[in-house]
């Protein structure tokens, strides 16, 4: 059975007063992961809790796909371009198991 994915989360401490353009930046230099073909969404999401904390969330098709894209001169330059930002970054991955949805329209 074919896993249904593999999530990659990055958790990065952004500099203090660099916020804004760190998501400036981000929104600019995403096509660089969303253009590969093996990516299927990447966000981007502020914590409610720290304002300098920041959650980068991509998914793809499989694991060994991710990897060749990590390897490759496009993540190395789009990585560059964020670098600056950060004070200290981890990353999580994970194979997806398994999803519950709810079907289109149903959303209230």
Not at 12 to 22: K, L, P, T, V, Y
Not at 53 to 62: E, L
Not at 72 to 77: A, F, N, Q, T, Y
Request: contains cysteine.
């Amino acid at each position: 059975m074919a896993s249904p994915g593999f999530r990659v989360i990055l958790t990065m401490n952004i500099r203090s007063g660099m916020q804004e353009e760190f998501e400036r930046v981000w929104r600019s230099v995403g096509a660089a992961v969303t253009d590969h073909p093996a990516n299927l969404g990447h966000w981007l999401m502020r914590s409610t809790g720290d304002e300098g904390v920041y959650y980068i969330c991509s998914d793809w098709v499989d694991e060994r796909r991710f990897r060749e894209f990590e390897e490759s001169w496009e993540h190395g330059e789009h990585r560059a371009l964020l670098h600056p930002y950060r004070e200290s970054a981890t990353i999580t991955t994970m194979h997806v198991v398994g999803s519950l949805l709810k079907p289109a329209g149903e959303v209230a």
